[in-house]
C-alpha cells in the first residue's frame, strides 16, 4: 500500500482499526485534492517567511525546496526564505546560488549561519528570530511544496492567530524520488513522546467538509503560525538538545496556554526520506532528555507515565535534563492550564494507568540475566527473554501484570494481560477486558522478592529449565521462587492518592 506511512523512530506508524463513516481512503484522497482546488482564498492575506533548517545536506536538495517555494508561493505572499545553516560545511557553492537567486528576486533569500552545532531546535528558533513576515512557516530543507500549499495555511491564522498550523505531510522516497501521497491524519504522540498518527475525529467527518482544518493533540517536525503568536507563547524550549520532543512540548503549550493545533488537508508539503538521520546515531540519548523536559514542565502529576515509558526510575533518573526555571516561569506568566484539563479536553485517546506500583525487568531469583517477556507477536503466550530494560518489559498493578505495550498505545488499541488458564504448564497473554468479561485469571498476588500467585488457581508464574538448559515461564505448583521487578512506586501506594484526585 503506497499510502502507509513508513516506521521510523521519530514517527510511528498507528494502525486505525476503526474505519471513519466516509469514503474510502483512496476516494477520499482523490476528493481531498478535488475540494481543494475548488477553494477560494481571499486576496489580502497575510504574509509568509519560510524558514528553511539545514545540517549534512546535499545542495541540489536545498535548491529543489527553495525553487518549489518560489514557483508555489504567490509572489505578493512570500516575503523571504530563510536558509538556517546549523554548522555545515557547504559555504560557497551555496552563497552562490544564493547569489543568483537574490539576482532574480531581491532581498528574498537570507541565511542565518551557526558557529557551533545548535541543533534543530535552536536552529528552528534563530530561524523564527529572523523572521519579519506576519506569519513564519518552519521547514526542513529537505523538502518540496505542492500547489497553493501557503493559501490555506494564511487564510486560516488570519481567521485565527492563536492556530498553529501542521500542513499534511507526503513522502519522497530518498533512493527514487517516487511520491507517495498520505491520507490526512491528526498528530498524536505516546507516553514515550514518540509521535503517532491519531485517526480522523467523528467531529471532523461530521462537517461534512473534507477541506476543513483537522483538530490535532501535537504536531509534527515542521509548522506554521502567526509569528508574533508564536513569540507570546514562548516559540520552541531552546533548553532541548538536538530534536525529539519539542513538537510534543509545542503541541502541549499551545493547547494549555490558549491556542491550538490544527492539519489543514489542503496544505500538503512532500518530505524527503533521509537513509541515515544527522546528529547522533542513537537519537533516543535526546528524546529521552526532552521528555523529561516535557514531563517536568507541562505534564503535572501524569509526568510520571513518562518515566514508566523510558523504564526509567521516578526519583534519581541519572537524567540530566537542564534548568526548567524560565520553562516553568512562561507556564505561569501565560496562565496555562493544567495536563489533567488536557487530556480530558484534547487528548482523552491518550490512556492515563493511575494504579501502576511496579514497573520494569522482572527476574527471578533463580536466574537474574532472563525476564518476562511478551514474546512473538502475534501469540499469546509470555516468555523467559535477556533483560534488556530499553523499555519496561512489564508493569504491574496491585492486581495485574501487563506487557510493556500499554505505555506506547492509545485507547482504542489493544493491551494485554498474564493470566493463569487453570491447566496446562503455560501462562496466557490475553487482551486484558476480554479477560476481565470473561472473569479470566488474571489477578495476582505479589510483593517484592515473593513468589507470584494467582488469586484464583493459586499456582504460581515460575521458570523451568528442559534438558538443553532452556528455561521457559511455567504455571505450576509454587515451589518457593522468587521475583523481583525492576522499580517500584513508592510503597506499593502511592499513585492511589494520584487516581483518587484525578477522577474528583
Request: proline share 6%.
Amino acid at each position: 500500500d503506497k499510502g502507509a506511512r513508513p516506521h521510523s523512530m521519530l514517527c510511528q506508524p498507528q494502525i486505525f482499526l476503526r474505519q471513519p463513516q466516509a469514503a474510502p481512503k483512496t476516494v477520499l484522497k482523490l476528493f481531498f485534492y478535488y475540494s481543494c482546488k475548488k477553494r477560494i482564498y481571499p486576496k489580502d492575506l497575510p504574509t509568509i517567511s519560510v524558514v528553511l533548517i539545514f545540517m549534512n545536506e546535499a545542495l541540489s536538495i536545498i535548491l529543489r525546496a527553495i525553487t518549489s517555494i518560489i514557483n508555489r508561493t504567490p509572489a505578493h505572499l512570500l516575503k523571504e526564505i530563510i536558509l538556517v545553516d546549523d554548522y555545515n560545511d557547504l559555504k560557497g557553492p551555496l552563497e552562490t546560488q544564493i547569489k543568483n537567486y537574490n539576482a532574480k528576486h531581491p532581498g528574498l533569500l537570507k541565511i542565518v549561519r551557526h558557529e557551533k552545532r545548535q541543533g534543530l531546535t535552536q536552529a528552528r528558533i534563530s530561524g523564527w528570530e529572523a523572521s519579519t513576515a506576519d506569519v513564519v512557516a518552519i521547514l526542513d530543507a529537505h523538502i518540496e511544496v505542492n500547489m497553493a500549499w501557503a493559501e490555506p495555511i494564511l487564510s486560516r491564522i488570519k481567521e485565527d492567530r492563536t492556530v498553529i498550523i501542521s500542513p499534511v505531510f507526503d513522502n519522497i522516497r530518498f533512493d527514487d524520488f517516487e511520491l507517495l501521497q498520505y491520507s490526512v491524519a491528526a498528530d498524536g504522540f505516546d507516553w514515550a513522546l514518540w509521535c503517532l498518527y491519531e485517526p480522523l475525529p467523528d467531529e471532523w467527518y461530521a462537517l461534512k467538509d473534507e477541506t476543513a482544518p483537522v483538530r490535532s493533540p501535537s504536531i509534527m517536525g515542521i509548522l506554521a503560525a502567526d509569528r508574533k503568536f508564536l513569540g507570546e507563547i514562548g516559540v520552541l524550549d531552546g533548553g532541548m538538545h538536538i530534536y525529539g520532543g519539542e513538537n510534543v512540548e509545542l503541541g502541549l503549550r499551545a493547547w494549555q496556554c490558549g491556542g491550538k493545533i490544527e492539519v489543514l488537508p489542503c496544505s500538503r508539503i512532500a518530505h524527503l526520506e533521509r537513509a541515515h538521520k544527522p546528529y547522533l546515531p542513537d537519537l533516543s540519548i535526546a528524546v529521552k532528555r526532552n521528555a523529561l523536559r516535557v514531563a517536568e514542565v507541562w505534564m503535572d502529576d501524569y509526568k510520571y507515565m513518562v518515566y514508566f515509558a523510558w523504564n526509567l526510575p521516578i526519583e534519581n533518573s541519572g537524567i540530566d535534563y537542564g534548568d526548567l526555571s524560565s520553562r516553568k516561569e512562561l507556564r505561569k506568566k501565560l496562565n496555562c492550564k493544567g495536563f489533567d484539563w488536557y487530556i480530558k479536553n484534547v487528548y482523552p485517546n491518550l490512556r492515563f494507568l493511575p494504579n501502576i506500583v511496579g514497573y520494569g525487568t522482572m527476574k527471578n531469583t533463580l536466574k537474574e540475566d532472563i525476564c518476562i517477556d511478551q514474546g512473538p507477536v502475534p501469540g499469546n503466550t509470555p516468555i523467559i527473554y535477556p533483560c534488556h530494560a530499553y523499555s519496561p518489559q512489564v508493569m504491574q498493578t496491585n492486581e495485574q501484570i501487563f506487557t510493556d505495550e500499554v505505555l506506547l498505545t492509545v485507547t482504542f488499541k489493544l493491551d494485554r494481560c498474564v493470566t493463569d488458564p487453570g491447566s496446562g504448564d503455560l501462562p496466557i497473554l490475553e487482551q486484558c477486558d476480554i479477560a476481565v468479561s470473561k472473569g479470566l485469571n488474571l489477578h495476582w498476588d505479589f510483593k517484592q522478592g515473593s513468589a507470584v500467585i494467582n488469586r484464583n488457581t493459586k499456582r504460581c508464574l515460575e521458570i523451568t529449565a528442559d534438558n538443553t538448559g532452556t528455561y521457559r515461564l511455567v504455571m505450576q505448583t509454587c515451589t518457593g521462587q522468587r521475583w523481583n521487578i525492576q522499580h517500584t512506586v513508592k510503597d506499593w501506594g502511592k499513585t492511589k492518592d494520584l487516581e483518587h484526585r484525578i477522577q474528583q
